[in-house]
């Protein structure tokens, strides 16, 4: 799972990123931080009977060192989904050799469940936000999210 996500984000990732580090919102509450809004561009495998499907992430980061402090799904009804109350976070957090932000975790319900997220930019200039699910004992991801980036 980890190799397989780290090569994906090899592959994507041509870029300058951020160290990440934890993504619980908890610490100094002086601190700066710079935000990040995506739009969804797309989700693979397609959820066609999903009634409140995801339409943007926010991103939030550690001024001082580019570190992940949060990642917020927004749903078309408003509701935000937190990953960091979803994943245990914690569990790896890196820096791909390219320099984007890679974060992976384990769900807080069902262990054979992990995600993986990664921010960057790419040559062109673009700035993305990728997330991969993977379910234990399956080959590859089973759900890819792919999003584009502006700073806010």
Known sequence: MKKT???????IAMVAGAAAQTMDDTGNNDKQYYWFECSVASIQPQ???DKDPVYKTNLYFDASDYSFVKVVHTL???KEVNRADQYN???EIT?????ASVWMGTHGKNRNLSM???????????????EMQFYSGRKGPIMKMHSVCHQI
Not at 5 to 11: E, P, R
Not at 116 to 126: A, E, I, P, S
């Open 47 to 49: 959820d066609k009977n």
């Open 76 to 78: 078309r009804s408003g």
């Open 5 to 11: 996500l780290l090569a994906a984000v090899a592959a």
């Open 89 to 91: 976070v914690n569990v």
């Open 95 to 99: 820096k791909t050799k390219e320099g």
């Open 116 to 130: 993986g997220g990664l921010f960057g930019v790419l040559k062109n200039g673009q700035w993305i936000y990728d």
